[in-house]
């Protein structure tokens, strides 16, 4: 059974750091590229972060570039997103997917709310 489980987030202020993660299962962890996408209230899904099989790429959206780095630990099966200098804009629900090939979402996990106060 795949599982994909996110933790970390909460309610921080404007400037301030925090790290989610996302704990995964079922699958062969290190042949997947794994995402972070954000879906605000109101407002469609939309990508923040990829990361490759082996971790050598990666990319981020402009909206978090120079702020937010998006990690893995394949030995774990585990992906990270630190986001820094958060801001309010920030606030969305954090979801961590995998895809087997790049832009492709085969598995989501339930997300994780996160809410930065101005």
């Known amino acids: 059974q795949v599982q994909l489980v996110e933790s970390g987030g909460g309610l921080v202020q404007a400037g301030d750091s925090l790290r989610v993660s996302c704990a995964t299962s079922?699958?062969?962890?290190?042949?997947?590229?794994m995402y972070w996408v954000r879906q605000a209230p109101g407002k469609e899904r939309e990508f923040v972060a990829a990361?490759?099989?082996?971790?050598?790429?990666?990319y981020t959206a402009d909206s978090v570039k120079g702020r937010f780095t998006i990690s893995r630990d394949n030995a774990k099966n585990t992906v990270y997103l630190q986001m820094n200098s958060l801001k309010p804009e920030d606030t969305a629900v954090y979801y961590c997917?995998?895809?087997?090939?790049?832009?492709?979402?085969?598995?989501w996990g339930q997300g994780t709310q996160v809410t930065v106060s101005s």
């Open positions: 997917a995998a895809g087997v090939s790049f832009r492709q979402y085969d598995y």
């Open positions: 079922g699958f062969t962890f290190d042949s997947y590229w």
């Open positions: 990361i490759s099989r082996s971790g050598g790429s990666t």
